[in-house]
């Protein structure tokens, strides 16, 4: 059975950084376009970051824009999300997800509002003094 799975969480400081990364098995994930969605308690769940397949275009939410950034290890089998400067207002359960379709679209709902074929398990994310 194909998953995806997120590592990368926990505790970190405002203005910290954390990298989170998406393992794919039993399936190649540089052939999907990944997305990163995060759900805050009591939020519902935003589009965090795209890219495609290969990986020539990353899109981001206004939110984390100059912030995170997202790129393939296709050695790995994973996609990393780097976040820098993190705000509290990052703090979330961090999800994975990856679609046969390669490309994002060019608006955030394009990628953000659609189904996706695979979703990982989610990280949590905190970001406190």
């Known amino acids: 059975q194909p998953q995806l799975a997120e590592s990368g969480g926990g505790l970190v400081q405002p203005g910290g950084s954390l990298r989170l990364t998406c393992t794919a098995s039993?399936?190649?994930?540089?052939?999907?376009?990944v997305s990163w969605f995060r759900q805050a308690p009591g939020k519902e769940r935003e589009g965090v970051s795209c890219i495609s397949s290969p990986g020539a275009y990353q899109k981001y939410a206004n939110s984390v824009k100059g912030r995170f950034t997202i790129s393939r290890d296709n050695a790995a089998n994973a996609v990393h999300l780097q976040m820098n400067s993190l705000k509290p207002e990052d703090t979330g359960v961090y999800y994975c997800a990856a679609d046969v379709i390669t490309a994002c679209g060019e608006t955030v709902s394009q990628w953000a509002e659609r189904s996706y074929d695979y979703w990982g398990q989610g990280t949590q994310v905190t970001v406190s003094s």
């Open positions: 039993r399936f190649t994930l540089g052939s999907h376009a």
